[in-house]
């Protein structure tokens, strides 16, 4: 049984950092691509990262040079690294596993099978 559980989000000022992290079990978590996205109430859930069984990561645009995509395969653990963060940033924040090797091109929600519960951020300015 696949499980993702999130943790590390809380409440932050404006430039300040969090680290958000996501321990996975049930499955062979070294081999599978991994994200994270985010979601505001009434918005779509985004992509921010994703990083495959090979340590190639990508990014949304708006993130790139601020947050950082990482895991530790020894832990089963993924995490997020955010720094610089803005109001923008606010958001619930989930981690989400994808059963190939291989992430795709595009970070999409449509493309991954299973989720976690997610992590609020906030950001105040």
């Known amino acids: 049984q696949v499980q993702l559980v999130e943790s590390g989000g809380g409440s932050v000022q404006a430039g300040g950092s969090l680290r958000v992290s996501c321990a996975a079990s049930g499955y062979n978590f070294r081999r599978n691509c991994m994200g994270w996205f985010r979601q505001v109430p009434g918005k779509e859930r985004e992509g921010v990262a994703q990083?495959?069984?090979?340590?190639?990561?990508e990014y949304k645009d708006s993130v790139k040079g601020r947050f950082t995509i990482s895991k530790d395969n020894a832990k089963n653990t993924l995490y997020l690294q955010m720094n610089n963060l803005g109001p923008e940033d606010s958001a619930m924040y989930y981690c989400?596993?994808?059963?190939?090797?291989?992430?795709?091109?595009?970070?999409?929600?449509?493309?991954?099978?299973?989720w976690g519960q997610g992590t609020q951020v906030t950001v105040s300015s």
């Open positions: 990083i495959d069984a090979y340590y190639n990561t």
């Open positions: 989400a596993a994808r059963m190939t090797w291989s992430c795709l091109a595009a970070i999409r929600n449509t493309d991954y099978n299973y």
